[in-house]
C-alpha cells in the first residue's frame, strides 16, 4: 500500500469531512455545493432506451455497437461542427474519470515523459501522470511550455473548477503549436454544453484543426449534459491513429461500456430538447446563486461556462468554506485544484431548486 500511497497525493476530498459536519448540523439542513454531481431525473427517454436493452446477456464489444458509433459521429458532426467523421475517429469509453486517469498509462508513457494540464485543475490529471511514473507540469499558456519530452497536453474547455473558456483563436494558436513540436492534445470538453456567457468551441471544429484531426482527441461525457453520471458513459472523438491503439488496449483490459448504457446513450445524442430543458433548469440556479454570492460579498471571476462558480472574498479558501459551512452551505476549496486556487471556492450548480433558494436565504 504504501508503494501506492507514495505515487497519489492525498484524496482532497477527506479533508472537508469536518466542514461536511458542521453544515449538516444547520437547522434547515446541509445544502452541499462542493460535488457536480448530477441531482435531476434521468430523462425518460433514456430510462426507456436503457431499460429496453435490459436483456442483454451477452458481452458487449469495446468498440460498440455500430448503432453506438453512429450515433456518437452524428453527434460530432451535428453539435460540434467537426466534418467527416467516421467510426475509425470515434471510442467509447467507460466514463471519463477512468480516461483521464489511465491514459499515459495506456500510451506508453513512463519516466522522463512529461504530461502538461492547466495549473488550477481537474485533479485527475495529475492522478494519471503519477499512475504512469511520468513527470507532470501545470500552465498557464501551453505554448510557453518547454516542449522537449513533453508527451500529452491536456486542454480542458470549459475549464474545472473556474468555468473559463478557450475562444477558437486561443485553441488555433495551441494546436498549432502542439502539432510544431509533436506533442499529443487531448482536449477534455465534457462542460461544452454548458456555456453562460461564452459559446465553447471544440478542438475538432475545422476553424481550430484545419481540416485535420491529426495529433488531436476530444473527450466528450453524458454525465452533465443528460444526469447520466451514475451510467458512467462517455466517448472521445479525433485522431484514428490515435484512438485504433487504444481501442486495442482496451479490448485486452475488458474496458467496456456495458450493453444498456450504451442502448441509452444512442438515445441521449439523438435527442436535443433534454438538453435544452436541463441547461434551462442550471441557468436558473446558476443565476439565483451568483446573485446572492454577489450580494454576500464575493466576487466571481471567469465562470463564463460550466455547472460551477469561481469565487473568491480574498481570504484563505479554507476560511471562506468554514464560514459557508456555518450557514449549512458545503463548497470546495479551491486549493483543491491547484494552489493558485487557494483563495477561491468552487460552488456547484448541482443542487435541487429547494436547496438553492435555502442557500440564496442563507446568504441574504
Known sequence: MSAVSDRLPTFPWDKLEPYKKTAAAHPGGIVDLSVGTPVDPVPDLIQKALIDAADSPGYPTV????????????????????????????????????????????????????????????PTYEVGARLARADHEVYDDPTELDPRGLKLL??????????????????????AWAREH?????????????????????????????????GIVSVHSLSKRSNLAGYRAAFLAGDPEVLAPLLEIRKHGGMMTSAPTQAAVVAALGDDTHVREQRERY?????????????HG???????????????????????????????????????????????????????????????????
Do not use: M
Not at 491536456?154 to 494546436?175: A, F
Not at 446558476?286 to 446572492?292: G, P
Not at 464575493?298 to 456555518?326: G, K, N, P
Open 283 to 295: 441557468a436558473a440556479r446558476r443565476t439565483a446563486l451568483r446573485e446572492a454570492l454577489l450580494a
Open 298 to 364: 464575493f466576487r466571481i471571476e471567469h465562470s463564463e461556462a460550466s455547472l460551477y462558480l469561481w469565487a473568491t472574498r480574498d481570504e484563505s479558501c479554507w476560511q471562506t468554506v468554514a464560514h459557508l459551512a456555518e450557514l449549512g452551505i458545503l463548497v470546495a476549496p479551491g486549493d483543491f485544484y491547484g494552489t493558485a486556487g487557494e483563495k477561491f471556492v468552487r460552488v456547484a450548480l448541482t443542487a435541487t431548486d429547494e436547496r438553492v433558494r435555502a442557500a440564496t436565504e442563507r446568504l441574504a
Open 154 to 175: 491536456w486542454l480542458n474547455s470549459p475549464s474545472n473548477p473556474t468555468g473559463r473558456v478557450l475562444s477558437k483563436q486561443e485553441l488555433t494558436r495551441i494546436v
Open 182 to 214: 509533436g506533442i499529443l492534445v487531448f482536449s477534455d470538453e465534457c462542460y461544452l454544453e454548458l456555456g453562460w456567457e461564452a459559446d465553447p468551441v471544440s478542438v475538432l471544429h475545422p476553424d481550430v484543426n484545419g481540416g485535420s484531426y491529426e
Open 63 to 122: 468498440w460498440g455497437t455500430p448503432a453506438l458509433r453512429d450515433a456518437i459521429t452524428g453527434w460530432v458532426e451535428r453539435r460540434l461542427g467537426a466534418r467527416e467523421v467516421t467510426h475509425r475517429h470515434v471510442l467509447p469509453i467507460v466514463g471519463s474519470k477512468e480516461l483521464v486517469a489511465w491514459l499515459p498509462t495506456q500510451l506508453g508513457l513512463g519516466p522522463g515523459d512529461k504530461v502538461a494540464y492547466p495549473r488550477l485543475a481537474y
